[in-house]
C-alpha cells in the first residue's frame, strides 16, 4: 500500500500558538479518515498542517502523493505546488463579488435577488482554475450536490446550507486528489446530514482521498479509518469496523459565572401584548414565493425553536425579525406591539433585539478588534465607530471576562478561533439587553465541549431573565430545555 502522506515527529505551531508536539500520522492509499477530538482548534490546526499552513519547528512532513506530479512539473520547468492537488473545504467559507474582494454587506442578500455585484452559482462554479484535468464538470458536481436548482441564483440569496453545498462544489471543481473538509456537516439540516456519506461515497468513487474533521458521533458512510487528535498528537486509531461511537467523552462539565451573568442581564421589560406578530406574512423574489400567507405570534418570555430544511425561508424570515428586510412595510407584521412602516426607524426595531448568526463575523471590517465587535453591540452597527464612554467600555470588559476573551480583545474578530468568534458575537448580542435574543445556529463551528457549554449558556439566561428567545438549530441535542415552542417551515 503506497503512502500519501506522512508527519513524523512533528512539532507545530498554527496561528503563532503550540498546536502540537512530536506528532505522527501516516495516510496510506485507499484509507479515507475521519479525524475527532475535543478541541475545534486543534482539529482545524491539523488539517492546516497538511495543507502546509502552519509551521513545522521540528520533525516532518512529506507528501508523497504528489511526488510525480511535482517531478512533471519540474520537468517542465512550469509553476508548481502540492497544493494544486488538494481541495478544502473551510468552515469559514468566503464568497467574493465579481471584483473578486469580499465586501459584500450583510444586508445586501435581502434587498435584492439581482445584485450586480453578485455571481451567480453557475458563473461563480466556472470561475475554479483547475491545475490539471479530472473526471468533475459543472453538470456533475451540480447534480451530485443538488445545485441544478440553485444555478441562477446569486449566491449571496444562498443559505447557509446551500452555501456549504456550494463550497462542496467548488472544491471538487478543483480536480483534486486529496479532498480536506473541516467539519463540512456543519450548517446542514438533517436530511442533508444523511446524504453526505452518499456524497462521500460518490466522490472517493472517482478516485479522490478524503480527510474530514467532525464529532465522534457523526461519522459520514465512506470513512474507513477514525483517528482521536489532542494538543500531544494522535492519541487513538481505529477502522470503522473497531469504532463503536467511542472517541470524544466530556473530561469536565465546563461553566461561566451564573452569578456575573444575572448581574449583566436585564431585570425587567416593558410590558407587552405580544414580541412578534405575523399575519398572512408573503415574500417574494421574483417569481419565487419563500414565505407563503405565514401566521406566527410570539408572547413574551416565550422561548420558540425555529426550523425547517436547508432553503425554507429561515434566513429570510429572520431577516424580518431583525429589520433587514425592506419587505417587511408591505405586510401585516408587527413587532414589539408596533406594526412595521408606521414611521419607526430602523433604530427603533434593531434596539430591543439581539442576533447571532455565524456569517455575522464575516461583514465586519477588518480592524474590527473583538473588543470592538462586543461593543458595536450597543450602536447595532456592524463595527465600532465612535468613542464609548468609561461605562460602556467598563460593561465591554464585564462581558468579555464572563466569556474568558479578556487576552483577546485587541486581536481583530477574523483571528478568533470559530469558537471565541460565537462567543463574542453572542456578548454583542446581549451586551444591550436586548427583550429578544435571536440565535441562528448561533453556535455553528464550536467544538461538542462548547457546544454543550453554549446550550448551558442560553439555558441559563433564560433561567436568569424574562428574554424572549427564538432559537435556531438543526441539531436536537443543541437545544436547551428551556425552548417549549416550535415553529417549523416546510419549505
Not at 20 to 43: C, H, P, R, V, Y
Not at 422 to 435: G, N, S, T, V
Request: hydrophobic residues 40%.
Amino acid at each position: 500500500m503506497n503512502s500519501l502522506l506522512k508527519l513524523h515527529s512533528a512539532s507545530i505551531q498554527f496561528k503563532a500558538q503550540q498546536a502540537f508536539q512530536n506528532l505522527d500520522f501516516k495516510w496510506q492509499e485507499g484509507q479515507q479518515w475521519a479525524i475527532i477530538g475535543s478541541s475545534g482548534w486543534e482539529l482545524t490546526a491539523f488539517i492546516e498542517s497538511i495543507r502546509g499552513n502552519t509551521v513545522v519547528s521540528s520533525g516532518e512532513i512529506s507528501r508523497p502523493f504528489a511526488a510525480a506530479y511535482s517531478a512533471q512539473k519540474s520537468d517542465a520547468k512550469e509553476i508548481h505546488s502540492f497544493r494544486d492537488l488538494i481541495a478544502y473545504v473551510s468552515q469559514k467559507y468566503e464568497l467574493r463579488n465579481k471584483s473578486h474582494q469580499q465586501n459584500f454587506y450583510f444586508q445586501q442578500r435581502f434587498n435584492s435577488s439581482e445584485s450586480e455585484e453578485a455571481a451567480t452559482v453557475s458563473e461563480y462554479l466556472k470561475e475554479v482554475d483547475a491545475k490539471l484535468a479530472g473526471p468533475w464538470t459543472l453538470e456533475s458536481v451540480s447534480k451530485l450536490l443538488r445545485l441544478e436548482d440553485l444555478l441562477d441564483k446569486t449566491i449571496i440569496m444562498l443559505s447557509n446550507g446551500e452555501t456549504r453545498r456550494l463550497a462542496l462544489a467548488l472544491g471538487l471543481l478543483r480536480q483534486p486528489k486529496i479532498y480536506l473538509m473541516d467539519q463540512p456537516m456543519t450548517g446542514l439540516d438533517v436530511k442533508s446530514r444523511e446524504e453526505f456519506g452518499e456524497i462521500l461515497k460518490e466522490i472517493i468513487a472517482a478516485g479522490v482521498h478524503v480527510l474530514i474533521s467532525t464529532s465522534a458521533s457523526e461519522i459520514p458512510e465512506g470513512i474507513t479509518h477514525i483517528a482521536k487528535l489532542d494538543k500531544s498528537g494522535i492519541q487513538e486509531t481505529w477502522t470503522r469496523d473497531e469504532f463503536h461511537g467511542l472517541g470524544v467523552q466530556p473530561e469536565s462539565a465546563s461553566s461561566w459565572n451564573w452569578d456575573e451573568l444575572k448581574g449583566l442581564l436585564p431585570k425587567t421589560f416593558p410590558q407587552r401584548d405580544s414580541i412578534i406578530k405575523l399575519e398572512n406574512v408573503t415574500i417574494k423574489y421574483g417569481d419565487k414565493t419563500i414565505l407563503n400567507k405565514l401566521n406566527w405570534e410570539v408572547k413574551p418570555k416565550e422561548r420558540w425553536l425555529l426550523k425547517g430544511p436547508n432553503g425554507s425561508g429561515k434566513s429570510t424570515l429572520l431577516s424580518l425579525l431583525i429589520g433587514e428586510n425592506p419587505q417587511a412595510y408591505s405586510q401585516n407584521f408587527w413587532l414589539f406591539d408596533r406594526k412595521r412602516g408606521t414611521g419607526e426607524s430602523i433604530w427603533d426595531v434593531k434596539r430591543p433585539t439581539g442576533f447571532v448568526a455565524p456569517e455575522l463575523s464575516r461583514y465586519f471590517p477588518a480592524n474590527q478588534t473583538c473588543r470592538k465587535v462586543i461593543l458595536s453591540g450597543l450602536f447595532d452597527t456592524i463595527g465600532l465607530f465612535k468613542k464609548v464612554s468609561d461605562e460602556q467600555e467598563a460593561l465591554g470588559l464585564r462581558w468579555m471576562k464572563l466569556f474568558n476573551l479578556e487576552s483577546l480583545a485587541n486581536l481583530p474578530i477574523s483571528r478568533l478561533s470559530l469558537e471565541n468568534q460565537r462567543w463574542a458575537l453572542l456578548a454583542r448580542a446581549l451586551i444591550k439587553q436586548p427583550e429578544l435574543l435571536i440565535l441562528d445556529e448561533a453556535s455553528q463551528g464550536m467544538d461538542e465541549f462548547q457546544r454543550k457549554l453554549f446550550k448551558d449558556t442560553i439555558q441559563q439566561i433564560c433561567e436568569l431573565s424574562e428574554i424572549t428567545l427564538v432559537y435556531v438549530s438543526h441539531y436536537a441535542e443543541d437545544i436547551p430545555k428551556a425552548v417549549g415552542e416550535v415553529m417549523e417551515l416546510k419549505g
